[in-house]
């Protein structure tokens, strides 16, 4: 769609009342009530606008994920930030921040100014670099925290994402140190001591299979610590892939205390438990592991009531030889963004815990504003960029990964029906995808 003019005809906003929204270049022009629910009167002419017919649609500020891994540099048989960035803009994506464990460690100003201008280049999806907190992701020196936040990438979001800042003296540092230029660090919660060799959450089925466990105490600790030392220092710190009902609650006290701190869960972590690693298939195989039952109804009561911020996928992408292996052998981690949306639809729209103006403050606006990215999680009115989601909830669908846009398959949603599907993503008034595919 070349066209510079869009006219969105009949599109429900965050699930309201249908509306007609232009898009002009790269803002959305007006914003006014449609003539589908005014019987023929009212709307927008489309003029010379080319018109996308939205009757039933629910139209969301763009996605944004404050946690996505592209793999580039050094893992372009998993990913590259091409291939990732269709996926993203698949799942209605406008924006997501790249996690810094790429080889080289994005812990230099150079590397996240490569990342960077790799996801200019895409165009299918802003790329936002997360700077390594440490050199090397080894936790033992402070990375140039400053030089990549004053870089062209502008980084603002620092972790060791895969790997837990288990020193406190760093962490402490790390946490004084992004103040100066408002950054926030996002801590992988797992203290290392307690889950060496581990391989499964730890109860009853652990028990039964005879996998090490991985204890809820090994992330809980490491976030009761982490939230009493942000606030000791005055400091912003954010909670990678919540997976308890204990982190949960720990959460929920440090902002009872009025403390800066935020948190996000993954969709896999909203609807999977452990009892499915009885299959022994590594696809299951994620870090933090998946749950217990218990624990999936805490997340998705503290996602609703807004203890947990928003939704971040951890799109995880491995080439077929790291998965299709035995269980103690297989890496961590699934493919998200595809398929994120249609999982939070099914988890926490279709069962009535969030509406949609909700979906679009948990998946847009809020992780938006902890990674301080202008231009997404902006208010779809007139005047605002044109970063925009057009979503059918009507939609159920069996997912087949040999459809995905991502390099890799490992999914866990083999053959299960879901339910959503982005119809058409908007990147500054330009149409990513649309008829739910890649333009």
């Known amino acids: 769609m070349s066209t510079t003019k869009i006219l969105i005809r009949g599109a429900k906003i965050l699930g309201g009342e249908p509306q007609d929204v232009l898009i002009d270049g790269e803002t959305i022009a007006a914003v006014t009530p449609s003539d589908i629910a005014l019987a023929g009167g009212g709307g927008l002419e489309a003029g010379d606008a080319a018109v996308v017919e939205a009757g039933g649609k629910i139209l969301l500020p763009g996605l944004v994920d404050l946690h996505t891994h592209l793999r580039e540099p050094g893992r372009e048989d998993s990913e590259t930030v091409l291939t990732g960035t269709r996926a993203a803009a698949v799942g209605g994506y406008t924006a997501v921040h790249a996690m810094a464990n790429t080889f080289p460690v994005a812990d230099t100003a150079g590397v996240v100014e490569q990342v ?13 670099p997360v700077g390594a907190v440490t050199v090397g992701l080894e936790g033992k020196q402070l990375a140039e925290l400053g ?82 030392l942000a606030a000791h220092v005055g400091s912003r710190v954010h909670i990678c892939h919540l997976s308890t009902a204990g ?4 959460v929920r006290w440090a902002k009872s205390k009025g403390w800066d701190v935020t948190a996000e869960v993954t969709p896999h972590h909203l609807l999977l438990t452990d009892e499915l690693v009885r299959s022994y298939d590594p696809v299951y195989k994620v870090n933090p592991p998946l749950r217990t039952e218990a624990d999936v109804m805490a997340l998705r009561e503290a996602l609703a009531d807004g203890t947990i911020d928003c939704v971040a996928t951890d799109h995880a992408p491995h080439p077929h030889e790291d998965k299709d292996c035995e269980w103690a052998a297989a890496a961590m981690g699934m493919v998200g963004l595809e398929t994120a949306l249609s999982v939070v639809q099914h988890t926490m729209v279709d069962t009535g815990l969030l509406d949609w103006a ?13 990674g301080r990215l202008a231009g997404h999680g902006r208010p779809v009115s007139a005047g605002e960029p044109a970063n925009l989601t057009l979503v059918d909830p009507a939609y159920r669908g069996v997912v087949n990964p040999a459809g995905f846009a991502s390099r890799s398959r490992n999914t866990p949603y083999v053959g299960i029906e879901l339910p959503g599907q982005v119809i058409a993503t908007f990147l500054r008034g330009k149409a990513t995808v649309m ?3 890649l333009t």
């Open 435 to 437: 008829d739910g595919k």
């Open 147 to 228: 030089a990549m936040a004053d870089s062209a990438a502008g980084v603002r979001v620092f972790s060791d994402d895969g790997k837990c800042v288990d020193d406190a003296v760093i962490m402490r540092r790390a946490l004084e140190y992004v103040k100066a230029f408002d950054g926030v660090v996002a801590q992988h919660a797992q203290e290392p001591r307690l889950t060496e060799g581990a391989q499964m959450n730890e109860g009853v089925v652990s028990g039964e299979l005879g996998l090490r466990g991985w204890p809820a105490v090994a992330e809980e600790s490491i976030i009761a610590r982490d939230v009493l």
């Open 116 to 128: 960077w201008r790799l996801g200019r280049e895409s165009g299918y999806c802003d790329v936002q």
């Open 247 to 250: 982190s949960v609650e720990i």
């Open 358 to 370: 909700g979906v679009a403050d948990r998946m847009s606006w809020r992780p938006a504003a902890i």
